[in-house]
């Protein structure tokens, strides 16, 4: 089983910064990729952003493109997610996943966190 607790949430104005941290632990750590959806009030679930463990390699969400970065530390076991720029319209409570193959933008990731909250005002 792994473990995943979210970290950084907060409150900021527009065009204002935050960064998310997802800790990893558990079993050992083998996931395939890690990401971050974000669900608002009425709203479905969303992809924001991934990281495939392994190669590094990052995918985004066309509304956050150019804004948000998502990052890994291997050593922590810990994701990051990067968020600049930020608008009213990215108000969400943000989750990190972890899967262990497939697609990266659905989701159907394996492990769940319990999500924190961002709220932007304008």
């Known amino acids: 089983q792994v473990q995943l607790v979210e970290s950084g949430g907060g409150l900021v104005q527009a065009g204002g910064s935050l960064r998310l941290s997802c800790a990893a632990s558990?079993?050992?750590?083998?996931?395939?990729?890690m990401g971050w959806f974000r669900q608002a009030p009425g709203k479905e679930r969303e992809f924001v952003a991934a990281?495939?463990?392994?190669?590094?390699?990052?995918y985004y969400a066309d509304s956050v493109k150019g804004r948000f970065t998502i990052s890994r530390d291997n050593a922590k076991i810990t994701v990051y997610l990067q968020m600049s720029s930020l608008k009213p319209e990215d108000t969400a409570l943000y989750y990190c996943?972890?899967?262990?193959?497939?697609?990266?933008?659905?989701?159907?990731?394996?492990?769940w966190g319990q999500g924190t909250q961002v709220t932007v005002s304008s």
């Open positions: 990281i495939r463990w392994s190669t590094g390699n990052t």
């Open positions: 558990g079993r050992t750590f083998g996931s395939y990729a």
């Open positions: 996943a972890a899967r262990d193959s497939g697609n990266v933008y659905y989701n159907d990731y394996n492990y």
